[in-house]
């Protein structure tokens, strides 16, 4: 703390009381400033690097796409085995009421 006051003193000894309320707003714009530039930069790069991954993957999915057909194949010659845990399948056959006449007729009348 006692630098910062020793190098206000100092300014205003060398600066001048009438001239350093300006610099100090020159300096605090340049600073903020500075900051925008740098925060825009670092996003700036953030996206490129995004840009980057996205055409690498695509890039290699051009040069090699036997990988994905390979384990496409794969999937499709493998055969369907049940495991010894799983349960057996079991088709019951659902009994449905036959319509009589006369929900026929009633269907058919105009309402």
């Not at 400033?33 to 670092?42: A, F, I, N, V, Y």
């Not at 999937?75 to 495991?83: R, V």
């Amino acid at each position: 703390m006692s630098e910062i006051i020793f190098l206000a003193v100092l300014a205003l000894i060398v600066i001048g009381p009438k001239e350093l309320p300006e610099l100090a707003r020159t300096l605090g714009r340049f600073l903020n400033e500075l900051k925008r530039s740098t925060d825009s930069m670092g996003d700036e790069l953030k996206q490129q690097m995004r840009l980057d991954k996205l055409d690498k993957l695509n890039m290699d999915t051009i040069r090699n796409p036997q990988p994905q057909q390979a384990q496409q194949n794969e999937a499709e010659q493998a055969p369907l085995t049940a495991s010894a845990d799983a349960a057996p399948i079991v088709e019951e056959q659902l009994e449905f009421p036959q319509a009589t006449t006369d929900d026929k007729s009633e269907e058919q009348k105009p309402s």
